[in-house]
């Protein structure tokens, strides 16, 4: 009778490395995929402003990105959020505030894991729009708001 996967005599299984290297290939995958759709989430176009003691990103935490534009030739300021253009910060609060509840879950002591909107400004944009991303936050329920810059 013929039994697959390891020799008889010893009672030891073989060792097979073709299903380890699949779900090796499955991880890379699907990691590939979440770190495309969080870098499409940044806009290219928006000149960070310079802050030569910034501190690292975080990476333990879910977030949502809110990019802050400046027009200057209509000296008007936009917002994109989920890759999605806004005017008014108000028009994406219940769609931040569903991004939060869902990407908020309960750790092993019962307390919320971390979440949190990082706020990615050009550096010409008046500080107003920023406060207006930073209200739509709070809006949202979210009160852990991070700045991006860039430390060149």
């Not at 779900?23 to 030569?52: C, E, G, H, W, Y």
């Not at 909107?117 to 500080?127: G, M, Q």
Request: glycine share 8%; no cysteine; proline share 5%.
């Amino acid at each position: 009778m013929a039994g697959g996967g390891g020799n008889i005599e010893s009672g030891e299984p073989d060792f097979q490395i073709a299903p380890m290297i699949d779900v090796l290939l499955v991880m890379l995958i699907f990691f590939m995929t979440i770190t495309s759709a969080q870098v499409l989430r940044v806009d290219k176009n928006i000149q960070l402003p310079v802050a030569p003691n910034a501190q690292k990103k975080d990476t333990g935490r879910s977030e949502a990105i809110i990019n802050v534009r400046w027009d200057e030739a209509a000296k008007k300021g936009g917002f994109t959020f989920q890759d999605r253009p806004y005017d008014v910060v108000s028009e994406f609060v219940p769609d931040l505030r569903a991004v939060r509840d869902a990407a908020v879950s309960l750790g092993a002591d019962g307390k919320a894991l971390g979440f949190r909107v990082v706020i990615r400004a050009d550096r010409d944009v008046p500080a107003l729009y920023v406060a207006q991303a930073m209200r739509a936050a709070a809006e949202a329920g979210v009160a852990d708001i991070s700045f991006s810059t860039a430390n060149r």
